[in-house]
Nanobody, 118 residues
Framework: QAQLVESGGGLVQAGGSLRLSCADSGRTFSGYNMGWFRQAPGKEREFVAAISWSGGTTDYTDSVKGRFTISRDGATNTVYLQMNSLKPEDTAVYYC???????????WGKGTLVTVSS
């Protein structure tokens, strides 16, 4: 069964770092663009970052440029989100996604919670 499984969330102080991982358990999505979205309490889900199926193209929302880096391991089709210089406003549930659009939204994981304390 096709499944995206996120891990790596947790509690971190402002200025700290976390690395999120998204495992494609069945290597179902190796030919898809993949991305990260987040949803803060009381807010709509928003785009964070995306990477093309080849890994050659990346895209970021303005608020994380220079702080977050998305990457993917072609051998395992695991997607990572390295988050540095974290801010309290980065607190959210982070969701992995896959699809054919540049900012893919067809398939979703269940999410992992990131909490940044001030």
């Amino acid at each position: 069964q096709a499944q995206l499984v996120e891990s790596g969330g947790g509690l971190v102080q402002a200025g700290g770092s976390l690395r999120l991982s998204c495992a494609d358990s069945g290597r179902t999505f190796s030919g898809y663009n993949m991305g990260w979205f987040r949803q803060a309490p009381g807010k709509e889900r928003e785009f964070v970052a995306a990477i093309s199926w080849s890994g050659g193209t990346t895209d970021y929302t303005d608020s994380v440029k220079g702080r977050f880096t998305i990457s993917r391991d072609g051998a395992t089709n695991t997607v990572y989100l390295q988050m540095n210089s974290l801010k309290p406003e980065d607190t959210a549930v982070y969701y992995c996604s896959a699809g054919v659009r540049p900012r893919p939204m067809s398939y979703w994981g269940k999410g992992t919670l990131v909490t940044v304390s001030s």
